[in-house]
């Protein structure tokens, strides 16, 4: 636990991992501001991170808005230190496939995936380089290192998160800037519904939870900043 309270920035956090990442954040002693697209989804994180005693504040928007990033990092700073953006934002859709995939939706696949990645990268790195300090952790995807069913498009947008991510490390460590990405294999979000073929109650059992993910991420959390993983899997053990 933190000696003093810091802040925490959570992108994507009215439900799944993003969610759980908030709730052991703040259950950790840090002031989490979270950020997401869905009110009432997020009111709710909110009220139960209140409700255990936590510090939570949040900003409703699409962070692939560089402006919804900008107000989050800026709540973030007030009156706290902003030690860690997590972003956790992650979209998917049925028509997944190469057959179905059109240029507006392959275009709005990268936007929401990439993009928010990009822009909540760009928001956050004045704060970080003016510490001198500053830890930044994306959530991709397993897909990035074996192909499945997730999509092609889902597949590049996360597969570019990654390479944003090791390319913002090489650029900012002489700042004193971390970058890490976390690879999730099959989780148990809502993201997992957006399947063209629903998963199987069996799948959902063998799947992680989203608290699983959530504890590598508050890990990284709570390293010193002598240390740096630049990646980390976590994969169903079943």
Known sequence: MPSEMTTVLVAGASSGIGKAVARRAAASGR????????SGELS????????????????????ADAEVGSRAVSLACDGSRLTALVNCVGANIPGRSLQNLTNESW????????DSAFHLT?????????QGDGLIVHVSSRSVHAADASGVAYQAAKAGV?????????????????VSVVYPGMTDTPLVLQRPTPPSADELRRALQPDDVAQVVQTLLELPRRAYVPDV???PAL
């Open 31 to 38: 002031r989490v501001v979270l950020v997401a697209r869905r």
């Open 44 to 63: 709710h994180v909110v009220q139960a991170i209140h409700e255990s005693g936590g510090v939570a504040e949040s900003v409703v928007g699409d962070v």
């Open 107 to 114: 275009a709005a696949m990268l936007h929401v995936n990439l």
């Open 122 to 130: 760009q928001a956050v790195l004045p704060t970080f380089r003016d």
């Open 162 to 178: 990654a390479a944003l991510a090791h390319a913002t490390a090489v650029e900012e460590r002489t700042n004193g800037i971390r």
């Open 233 to 235: 899997s976590i994969y």
